[in-house]
């Protein structure tokens, strides 16, 4: 009778346990879920365009930062976008290859004295000390600035002499914040990667223009 009862209290504590930890693991996909929500990225349009000198690029993005990325913007501190775009050749005989390569580096940050917020851009990785920005401009918000940030608006991908003009080609586009670039206090804190993980991966196909 011992034996039986203690069968039963220990099946009753491992049912108990499987329990407890089906709905912990469920709580953890469901908060994983949200803040996957939160730094969801869409994208409303993405085209590529043909023109005498080159081929040029457009899309318009949509997201919301998320709250420790507002916050650390808010302290100062700045946050890095990157928007890729990749040109590749299809070959039925091999495989594919890759044309020609376009970057983007942004950076967003908040000027608390004067209480602006800049956005820079340039065609190389974006440092510190500013070196290397093609284009700054300052916006009374935040969402002005992000704005800028979303719009992107015939960029260049590719020079007119590394086309074809009766090849097919494949445009792969890429948009992502750069956690890479933030301060190592906030790498190696305890901010969850949802939180900084922010980006989306599309591609177009690109017609041989004489099939117009």
């Known amino acids: 009778m011992w034996v039986v009862t203690t069968i039963h209290l220990l099946s009753g504590w491992r049912r108990g346990c499987l329990g407890r930890i089906i709905i912990l693991l469920a709580l953890v996909l469901a908060v994983g879920s949200v803040a ?11 085209r590529g365009e043909r023109a005498q000198d080159g081929l040029y690029l457009s899309a318009q993005l949509k997201f919301d930062l998320s709250g420790a990325v507002e916050e650390a913007l808010g302290k100062g501190i700045p946050v890095y ?3 890729e ?3 590749v050749r299809e070959r039925w005989y091999w495989s594919d290859a890759q044309v020609a390569s376009a970057r983007r580096y942004m950076r967003v940050s908040y000027q608390p004295l004067t209480r602006r ?11 510190n000390a500013g070196l290397g920005v093609n284009f700054g401009q300052y916006y009374d918000s935040l969402a002005e600035t992000l704005a800028v940030v979303q719009r ?3 960029w260049k991908v590719a020079d007119a002499s590394e086309l074809d003009a009766d090849a097919r080609y494949l445009l792969r586009f890429r948009f992502h914040l750069d956690a890479s670039q933030l301060p190592r206090t906030i790498q190696l804190g305890n901010l969850g990667q949802s939180d900084w993980t922010l980006s989306i991966e ?5 017609p041989p223009e004489t099939g117009k």
Do not use: G, K
Request: net charge neutral.
């Open 36 to 46: 996957r929500a939160q730094t969801s990225v869409a994208l409303t349009e993405l």
């Open 81 to 83: 976008f990157i928007a």
């Open 85 to 87: 775009a990749d040109v």
């Open 117 to 127: 917020w800049r956005f820079s851009s340039s065609s190389e990785p974006l440092s």
């Open 152 to 154: 992107i608006s015939q």
């Open 202 to 206: 599309r591609r177009i196909d690109l």
